[in-house]
Structures are given as C-alpha cells and as structure tokens.
C-alpha cells in the first residue's frame, strides 16, 4: 500500500521545533570541534529489528532543515514492511550536518516506527472481521499528526483530530448536563448538519435511550465484556455505527472483533507504543 504524503510546510514547525531544542543556544559543539568542515559522508538510516516503516518524511525533513544541500533519499517508504538490517534512508553530504540533525531525525523515525508497527499487530487480529481500529486523541503533545500518520501507516484509522472535529458526548458529558436525552437534544439542537455525533454509553439501558432519541450516528461502548458489546450490537442492528474501546488489548482484540462491530479505538496505539531500534550509520 502506498500512502500520500502530508506537505513538508505543516511539518515543518514542529521539526524545527525539535531541532531548536536539540541544538541548543549555540549548536554542535561537539561535532563543531572535531569534525572538519570540509568533511563528507554517506550515512544510512539502518533497522535493527523487524518493523512497519514510519516517519521517514519527518527524518528526511530533519537533515533538510539543517543542511539543505544533503541529498536524502528515502528506500523503504512509510507504510512498508522491513526486515531488521534493511538500510530505510541515505544521507549523503557534510558530516557535520548528518550528525547534527541524527537525534531528531532518529527519534521521531524510532517512535513513528514504533506505532505503526503495534498498530499493524492489532490490525492482523481483526483479520476475517467488519473491524476497524482507530486511534484516540491520547496522543503526545505537538505530535498528534504524525503519530495519527503512523496509525495510518500500520494499517489502522484515525478518530477525531481534535475537539472541533466532531462532537463527541462522553460520560462527564452526560453527567454534567443531567443525562442522556439531555445531551442528545441539546446536540441535535447545535449541530450542524456536517458535524458527526458521537455519544458514550456503559450501559445497555443507556444504549437504548440514545436509539429511542436518536441523534447520534455513532456509539461508543465503553468498558463492556463482549458478551454486553455482542448484545449491542444486536441493539443497534445497523442503526448507527458502534465502537468498542477500553480495556482494548492485543490478547482481547480479536475476540472484541468478532462480536460485530464496526470500530475498536485504543489509546495504546499512540500512548503506550515501544520505540523501534533505528540506527545511523556512516
């Protein structure tokens, strides 16, 4: 699968961002000292362990914000397996510049890595299932696109972005405005009719009032053992799209799969993925 890539101008901020607070008030001293500036090198981005490739535009970014004459070449593409020893990038120009912009580069390929690596292993366990699974807005800060990216490139979709992009009724929700109908009038009441409505339920009780109000077009079951999540959906019977979260675990996500629904959101995509081992090496 290929993927298209978001323009380098939105990622930009957000890279340099990172290489500003790498380089520090007064840069690469270390590589300034001994390095001679007439020094050139050939560097590969190198996989020290098995992975679905991620953050490879962001790297490549990295090296170009620092040295725009290094020549980045990108050999195993974001959203493509590889195998550990596989060589995913070429750097090729001043020493001094590939050693400069490696840590930001390597950190945000490591960790991208990482997420749609462990997004493709819950993806597989929905196999032969309706099943999608979707990431969370449990997302490290200033990093919610790329790592929504990564998501993507595992084989997984995105929820919502952000609080603007649809509105989505959780428990406090409920709580605070005085229940279910509540809600669900008040946002019949406001919402556009582009803007998705979602609403939260851990009950089946509360499952009915929200088909008896109608309103939304999706529900999140939150917390449910599959035997409740499989009586759901029998509820819903196609009505509204249904998403199982919480408690969602690589052991679980199968089973969660064959009870019928449509969605399965972990936060742990995103929040509790490993960093993959990448290294640079000249």
């Not at 990108?74 to 020893?85: E, S, T």
């Not at 596989?86 to 960790?111: C, P, Q, W």
């Not at 609403?199 to 077009?217: F, H, P, T």
């Not at 998403?243 to 675990?249: D, K």
């Amino acid at each position: 699968m290929s993927f298209s890539t978001v323009p380098d101008l939105i990622l930009e901020p957000m890279v340099r961002n990172a290489l500003l607070e790498d380089l520090g008030s007064y840069g690469d001293v270390t590589t300034r000292a001994v390095i001679p500036a007439n020094t050139t090198y050939d560097a590969h981005i190198n996989a020290r362990e098995d992975a679905i490739v991620s953050g490879l535009q962001v790297a490549a970014l990295a090296f170009r914000l620092v040295d725009p004459s290094l020549e980045v070449a990108v050999l195993i593409a974001d959203g493509q397996p590889c195998k550990k020893g596989d060589s995913l990038m070429t750097i090729k120009g001043s020493a001094a510049s590939i050693l400069s912009a490696e840590r930001v580069a390597l950190n945000y390929a490591g960790r991208l890595t990482g997420i749609a690596t462990k997004t493709a292993g819950f993806v597989a366990q929905t196999k032969g299932t309706k099943a999608r699974v979707t990431c969370t807005r449990k997302t490290t800060p200033n990093m919610r696109l790329v790592e929504k990216l990564a998501v993507l490139h595992g084989g997984g979709f995105n929820h919502r972005y952000s609080l603007s992009d649809a509105i989505m009724i959780k428990d406090n929700h409920i709580a605070a405005a005085g229940g279910v109908r509540q809600v669900l009038e008040a946002a019949k009441a406001h919402a556009s009719h582009m803007m998705a409505v979602e609403i939260e339920v851990d009950r089946l009780d509360q499952l009915a009032e929200v088909l008896e109000v109608g309103g939304a077009s999706v529900v999140l079951l939150d917390n449910m053992d599959n035997d409740m999540l499989r009586k759901a959906v029998a509820m819903v019977d196609g009505r509204m799209k249904t998403e199982a979260s919480g408690n969602v675990t690589l052991d679980r996500i199968a089973s969660i799969s064959a009870t019928g629904i449509d969605y399965i959101s972990s936060g742990a995509l995103t929040h509790s993925a490993r960093t993959v081992d990448l290294g640079l090496d000249f």
